[in-house]
């Protein structure tokens, strides 16, 4: 089991920044991916960015230019720094890892996220 934990969620002007932070703990072997999903009212939950096993990175093109994902392996944790914020980045913002071969999923709670003026 992999719990996950995030935090630096709230509330920001539009062209705002915040930073999410995610630690993950337990049984934390053959990581394949960790990453930041979000889900906006009655939207299905997307995929933001990811780091795969090895270091590549992945984003979505919405947000491409703007978000920065990195790790700390040392301390099981993955940001999401988010810069220029826009309303439509409002959601709830999820962390995600994916374990083992069959990449099974973990998840956190959740944070919000709401970029509004």
């Known amino acids: 089991q992999v719990q996950l934990v995030e935090s630096g969620g709230g509330w920001v002007q539009p062209g705002g920044s915040l930073r999410l932070s995610c630690a993950a703990s337990?049984?934390?072997?053959?990581?394949?991916?960790m990453g930041w999903y979000r889900q906006a009212p009655g939207k299905q939950r997307d995929l933001v960015a990811r780091?795969?096993?090895?270091?590549?990175?992945q984003y979505a093109d919405s947000v491409k230019g703007r978000f920065t994902i990195s790790g700390d392996n040392a301390k099981n944790v993955v940001y999401l720094q988010m810069n220029s914020l826009k309303p439509e980045d409002t959601a709830v913002y999820y962390c995600?890892?994916?374990?083992?071969?069959?990449?099974?999923?973990?998840w956190g709670q959740g944070t919000q996220v709401t970029v509004s003026s």
């Open positions: 337990g049984s934390i072997t053959s990581i394949m991916a």
């Open positions: 780091i795969i096993s090895g270091g590549e990175t």
């Open positions: 995600n890892v994916a374990q083992g071969s069959r990449w099974k999923a973990y």
